[in-house]
């Protein structure tokens, strides 16, 4: 067994209108060290469940199961910790903070993780000359930085945001739900090499897609199919493009 | 003396300063107190607000004598020592009492050219805006006002800016003041007015005291007066302030007031358009916790056509405490293409803490905006969630939030100078009620080019 990422058994379920709904039935994924796993599966198979329950939101009880990251029980730390530890989540849905400044946003997440991992905080210089090689990385203008946090940004910019983030805290491990929907075709570019920057052998990203484009760039080692709350079928990248041919009946037929 | 009894509160803890004062004017605001009484709950503009801390003691006049060094201490503390607000021009009270040897010029500092200043006491003389007949407060203020500033600014001048600082310095004898404040700007004349109110902490405990001030405000044809308000009174004050704005055409009041302090406070604005195309803007925010009360209350009057006014306030309450917006707009008949908006935002952080609001739209003109709204709710899950997955812990994901919430009110404040002593006061309150920055001189605004 793989010390990396270890899903095993994993059931969660939320709580809707008083009534319990049980979303992820039985998880099983492994993700070694300095591997490109992808997940796709149709609408509301529970791929952003999985990813909000391994970032650490409250809202989804998990009932069985466990998740080891690490070598750490990853289900019993706090997201920050978890953050703390090298999990990233690209929100398929990136969250808008009116008020609250990009760019001292991004400075106070930075220093939180550092300080957290026991690295020296940026000051201001510091962290303004990071910042500002990470958005010319990412062809990203400036002028965000200074803008609440996607408060009024366009859907892609969103997305860059979230890379940018990425790109700043330096992940071991990156789940990116969807971080590609509704991206031109030169962010989704930038997107891809924004994770691909980050390739190491201590690096792991879970890319979550609908769309066979990202994978392109990605070149996954992996690919899982997720239905009804379950990872059904594995394979290579080759899945992926069958998967852009035929969509999915054939698993759903096997999951049933 | 009275035949029939008050229907409000009773009288009793000023009693002994209200027999045998002859002045008429301040005889007739005794009158008036007997025969309403103080504000009782069934008042309708007291329903939510209540006197109760006032009963069961005696307020006494404050002696004219203090300690230096705690006052020292406390306009150190409150006023930054450097930039605008240092060089600005300041007149300082001490328990109600102009304290000329801590204000311009004893301090260094000139009074804007172009303003006249004068003591209250110097010659007392109520201003016709201000009306006892209606407020009692007012009433118990022009029975028992002793001192005060007034200013006034000639027409045409630019005065730029001057801090009006009120420090009580209670021991422990419960005491009262009652200043009289007035601010009057000749036509075309600006003046921003930055008031501050604190307490030193010399006795021991909570000292018990009422400060009760009140302001008019007298803005002539285009002249511009910004009021900037901080109000952090210590534990076991109560801060009852009225505030009385005549807007003559093209001019405009702009003020903003931001309530931290006290067991009890009200700041209640009467704001009057009375030319066409005035402005007012009745902006503030209130951060409380413990049992704190605090009130904003306004009345605006549109008699005017083409006036604007402008109300933002945002209130955040935790632990038991309890927040209260009344605002009323009135639009006379006359007052056509009158734009006004009232919004009232709460953002509620323990289960325990309350708002109360009240909005009150009076329209007899029939071609008019007027919009109002409110919002009630705690901290968005998904905000503070997203702030941890990021790395940010919860407490100081807390923090970010609830100031973030607050600046974005503050930011309708636009003088440096005056922002800066909101954004102090505001800093020291988050970290006493909300939690500190995790990192030191990491406070918003702080990234720049
Ligand atoms: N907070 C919630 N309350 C009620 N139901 C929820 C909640 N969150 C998720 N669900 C339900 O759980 C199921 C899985 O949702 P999830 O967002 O994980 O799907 P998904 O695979 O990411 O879909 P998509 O491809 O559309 O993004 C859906 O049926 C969804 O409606
Ligand atoms: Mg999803």
């Not at chain 2, 002045?23 to 109760?52: K, M």
């Not at chain 2, 001057?162 to 404040?181: K, M, N, Q, T, W």
């Not at chain 2, 705690?378 to 940010?392: I, K, N, P, T």
Request: aromatic share 4%; with cysteine; proline share 5%.
């Amino acid at each position: 067994m793989s010390d990396f990422l270890n899903i095993s058994g994993l059931h969660a379920r939320i709580d809707a209108d008083g009534a319990p709904k049980e979303i992820l039935r039985g998880v099983d994924l492994v993700i070694p060290p300095g591997e490109v796993h992808a997940i796709m599966g149709p609408n509301g198979s529970g791929k952003s469940t999985l990813s909000y329950v391994l970032a650490g939101r409250e809202d989804y009880e998990v009932t069985s199961g466990a998740v080891s990251f690490k070598g750490q029980d990853l289900l019993a730390m706090e997201p920050e910790e978890r953050a703390a530890a090298g999990v990233f989540l690209a929100f398929q849905a990136p969250i808008e903070l009116p008020g609250v400044n990009n760019a001292n946003f991004l400075r106070t997440a930075v220093n939180a993780v550092r300080r957290a991992r026991g690295d020296a905080e940026l000051d201001a210089v510091g962290f303004l000359k990071t910042v500002r090689a990470a958005t010319k990385k990412l062809s990203m203008s400036d002028e965000m930085l200074k803008r609440n946090v996607n408060v009024g940004f366009s859907g892609g910019e969103k997305k860059r945001n979230e890379v940018l983030q990425m790109t700043m805290l330096q992940p071991s491990l990156a789940i990116l739900d969807e971080t590609d929907s509704g991206l031109d075709v030169d962010a989704l570019r930038i997107v891809a090499d924004g994770v691909n920057a980050l390739r190491s052998p201590t690096f792991s990203a879970l890319v979550i897609t609908h769309h066979q484009r990202l994978l392109d760039y990605l070149n996954p080692d992996r690919v899982h199919v997720m239905a009804r709350g379950r990872i059904v079928h594995s394979g290579g990248a080759e899945l992926a493009k069958e998967i852009d041919v035929q969509g999915y009946a054939s698993f759903l037929a096997e999951a049933a | 003396m009275n035949a029939i009894a008050p229907v409000g509160r009773s009288l009793a803890p000023f009693e002994a300063r209200l027999d045998g004062i002859e002045d008429p004017i301040r005889h007739a605001a005794v009158g008036e107190l007997r025969r309403v009484g103080l504000p009782g709950p069934r008042v309708e503009a007291w329903r939510y607000t209540h006197l109760r801390p006032l009963a069961g003691h005696e307020f006494r006049e404050a002696a004219a004598s203090f300690d230096a060094d705690p006052v020292g201490r406390a306009l150190d503390e409150s006023l930054p020592r450097d930039g605008l607000l240092a060089s600005t021009p300041r007149l300082v009270l001490v328990n109600g009492r102009f304290a000329p040897e801590l204000s311009s010029p004893a301090n260094g500092v000139a009074l804007p050219e172009g303003v006249t200043f004068e003591r209250f006491s110097a010659s007392p003389e109520f201003d016709a805006l201000a009306t006892p007949e209606r407020e009692p407060l007012v009433a118990l203020n022009t029975a028992l006002a002793t001192d005060g500033v007034r200013l006034s600014v000639a027409e045409g001048v630019a005065a730029e800016r001057i801090v009006l600082v009120s420090v009580a310095c209670a021991g422990d004898e419960a005491v009262s003041f009652h200043p009289r404040h007035s601010v009057s700007l000749g036509a075309g004349a600006s003046l921003e007015l930055i008031e501050l109110a604190v307490s030193s902490g010399s006795g021991a405990g909570a000292a018990t005291y009422f400060h009760n001030p009140v302001l008019t405000c007298d803005v002539r044809e285009g002249a511009k007066l910004t009021h900037v308000k901080v109000q952090k009174e210590a534990a076991g004050a109560t801060h009852l302030a009225t505030v009385y704005a005549n807007i003559a055409a093209r001019g405009a009041y702009d003020s903003f007031t931001l309530g931290l302090g006290s067991d009890l406070a009200r700041h209640e604005v009467h704001a009057r358009l009375s030319g066409a195309k005035a402005a007012v803007h009745v902006n503030g925010a209130q951060l409380l916790g413990e049992k704190q009360v605090g009130d904003i209350t306004s009345v605006i009057t549109h008699a005017a056509p083409d006036c604007i006014s402008r109300q933002t306030i945002r209130n955040v309450l935790t632990d038991h405490a309890r927040g209260v917006f009344q605002g009323k707009v009135h639009v006379h008949q006359i007052a056509q293409k009158t734009d006004g908006y009232q919004m009232n935002q709460a953002l509620l952080l323990s289960p325990h803490a309350e708002i109360d609001a009240k909005p009150e739209l009076e329209i007899y003109a029939d071609d008019v905006k007027c919009s109002h709204g409110a919002t009630v709710g705690a901290l968005d899950d998904e905000q503070l969630f997203y702030l941890r997955s990021r790395g940010v812990p919860e407490a100081q994901a807390r923090r970010i939030l609830v100031e973030a919430f607050l600046l974005e009110v503050l930011d309708l404040h636009e003088d440096e100078a005056g922002r800066a002593l909101l954004d102090t006061a505001l800093g020291a309150a988050l970290s006493l009620r909300i939690g500190r920055e995790q990192v030191p001189g990491q406070a918003a605004g702080e990234v720049s080019e």
